[in-house]
């Protein structure tokens, strides 16, 4: 399997509602991302997990609650979202050393109403 | 972290010319770069990487090229198909294995 799989696909929700997202992979990858993309724009960082552990957090507001339950799976909290915060979300995993190269999933798009 | 940036946000070419996508970058530190294809719709793709102790990489139908002296990179698609119409991002590996992603280009063949 060298896949990220990325649940669900489409997501659309209110501003009181609180939802997940779910990223889960099986290739044995130690590190694990979201990152946020707005239309015509690059994928922006948000979360690092390394080794199921929180190791970066570009400053994200904290209604984005990330988590890593083990180190094939990691989630995203969502609650009292913004409509600004519609976009696509992206999770991603990282090989070992000497193996670079991200694998993206392919994504959430995420509406808030 | 410092920025990477693209020159040409479009990029048009005919069926079977070759294309070159260029990328500025401004963290001289950053050793390990990489090129994404994104199709609507669909996360990024991984075409091709390289680290800067070199200046030249191919793979199939696509070379990188890196000149750190100028710090610029250049991703070149032979033969260009249809299906290579996307968008392109290059990107830089920063410490602790952080990704950032420059502008983009978007690359429209024309049949």
């Known amino acids: 399997d060298t896949e990220v799989t990325q649940t669900p696909k489409h997501l659309v929700m209110g501003m009181t509602n609180k939802k997940s997202l779910k990223c889960e992979q099986h290739?044995?990858?130690?590190?694990m991302y979201w990152y946020k993309q707005k239309a015509k724009k690059p994928p922006e960082l948000m979360f690092v997990y390394s080794y199921e552990k929180l190791s970066i957090n570009e400053s994200v507001p904290s209604r984005f609650s990330p988590e890593c339950p083990n180190s094939s799976l990691l989630n995203l909290h969502l609650h009292a979202l913004q409509p600004e915060d519609s976009a696509l979300y992206l999770c991603?995993?990282?090989?070992?050393?000497?193996?670079?190269?991200?694998?993206f999933g392919s994504g959430t798009r995420l509406t808030v109403v | 972290g410092e920025s990477v940036g693209l020159h040409l946000p479009t990029l048009s070419v005919q069926e079977g010319d070759n294309s070159i996508i260029n990328c500025a970058y401004s963290n001289s530190a950053s050793d390990y770069f990489i090129w994404y294809k994104q199709e609507s719709g669909k996360g990024p793709q991984f075409i091709i990487d390289i680290r800067s102790n070199m200046d030249k990489r191919q793979g199939q139908r696509v070379t990188v090229l890196l000149n750190k002296t100028v710090k610029h990179l250049s991703l070149q698609i032979a033969a260009t198909q249809p299906g290579d119409s996307a968008v392109y991002f290059c990107?830089?590996?920063?410490?602790?294995?952080?990704?950032?992603f420059g502008a983009g280009t978007i690359l429209r063949v024309k049949s």
């Open positions: 990107a830089e590996m920063e410490y602790g294995n952080k990704l950032v």
């Open positions: 290739m044995g990858h130690r590190a």
């Open positions: 991603a995993s990282l090989g070992p050393q000497g193996s670079y190269g991200y694998t």
